[in-house]
């Protein structure tokens, strides 16, 4: 943790559920929840479960220490079990850990902690969409210049723009909300052979205590869950950084045509007096450029060999963490950008450029003097009129091909980027339809 870079880097409600505190008490309540497994399937009495988890409260451990042990035996589940056996009291103290092994205290735990983490998660990302829907509406007759390879392109609407912000994060809410952490439980060789005939029926349990989905067997090595999660938070990542970058190249200087209209001092520079920047959609490409590196981290550590491996699941601690927290902190910026964002209604319409409505002009005369003919004679007007030759009306009405089937005043009503814009309004509207019928409001 850095208090010099976390409140850029760690921002949001996420980082809370990531902490040394909160790993620490979700691997007591995988003891705890063990425990009354244990109790239910008839191995260990109710009382000594009990008494189990009436020790298993973080703040009877020292983190530090713990940490500092854990390099005895390569996990801090091996230190944790031994402070919580001698925090338990009388007989019970002899049952805390039965039969399970350091990874299923380890991987239960993360799957508890990321449990935990997806509610803020999924909160922000939610209010992202939400805001998405509600610029998409508002402005699904904003004219703005459509953009390929950075160049006007055809026009758009921003309504249209924010309907495909809308779709992306619709879509990655509805992976990551149908991802469902799931228990681990397997003993030292995956067999739970400590619980001869009882090991489903505690394992069962042990999930359902933990309100962790039940996997059919133990996965020590079987890490695709693992992996699936991690592809998910990239994906929350592309989808974060694709925004962000959108509303950067849109906020500069001569564009102009959104801004992040913040508190007070926000958006400064050190040198400049006068820059706005957008920071919040910023610091969300900083805390997004990450992923694909520690999803590429995960998925190598699948390659695991046998029943239990050495060292490829310590590899994925450090980069699910890191992919956790700066996953929600991308989303928490995301959500701040969004909703800070202010569009230029005025900046949009004077950015489109007569010369993106050329393919208009031209589809109407092809009819009536071909394509190629059309194609060229609107390409030279256009061309002249880049040159500074003249306004683009003028010059279409003043060539000869076009200027026989066209006066003036029709080429300067196909010149209006408000009568081309195809199906941006029904795209919106579908983007709006999919939200609401995602979210249950029709």
Known sequence: ??????????????????????????????????????????????????????????????????????????????????????????????????????????????????????????????????????????????????????????PTTFGCVAASWLSGLDTVIGGLGAYRPAAQLGGAAGTLASYGEHGPAVLKAFSERLQLDEPQLPWHTERTRVAALA??????????????????????????????????????????????NPVAAVAVLACARPA???????????EQEHQRAAGAWHAEWRPIQELLRSTGSAVHWLRTSLERLRVDEHAMRENVRDELMTERVTGVLVDKAGRLAAHDAVAECSRRAAEGEGA??????????????????????????SGYLGSAQAFVERALSAHHKRKGHA
Not at 132 to 147: I, K, Y
Not at 292 to 302: D, E, I, K, N, R
Not at 392 to 417: C, E, F, Q, T, Y
Request: charged share 15%.
């Open 231 to 276: 592809g998910l938070l990239g994906e929350v990542d592309g989808a974060a950084a694709r925004i962000a970058r959108s509303v950067t190249l849109l906020a500069q200087t001569e564009i102009g045509e959104v801004f992040e209209q913040g508190p007070a001092g926000s958006g400064g520079s050190s040198t400049l007096p006068h820059k706005r």
């Open 392 to 417: 683009l009306a003028d010059l279409l009405a003043a060539h000869p091909l076009v200027g026989k089937h066209l006066d003036r005043a029709a080429i300067v009503g196909l010149l209006d980027p």
């Open 1 to 154: 943790m850095s208090d010099l870079f976390d409140p850029l880097l760690a921002a949001g409600p996420v980082q809370p559920e990531l902490g040394d505190q909160a790993w620490l008490q979700a691997m007591l309540d995988v003891e705890a929840a063990l425990a009354g497994a244990l109790a239910d399937a008839g191995l260990l009495q109710p009382a000594h479960a009990s008494a189990i988890a009436e020790a298993c409260r973080a703040e009877y451990y020292d983190v530090v220490e713990l940490g500092a042990q854990a390099v005895g035996i390569g996990n801090p589940a091996g230190p944790l079990v031994r402070a919580l056996t001698a925090q338990v009291h009388g007989d019970a103290a002899g049952y805390v850990h039965f039969g399970a092994t350091s990874q299923d205290v380890l991987d239960s735990a993360l799957m508890l902690v990321v449990a935990r983490a997806l509610v803020p998660l999924l909160e922000d990302l939610e209010a992202c969409a939400d805001r998405a829907a509600e610029l998409a509406e508002r402005h699904a007759r904003t004219v703005q210049a459509g953009r390929t390879l950075l160049q006007q392109a055809l």
């Open 292 to 302: 694909p590196g520690l999803v590429a981290s995960v998925f190598a550590a699948m």
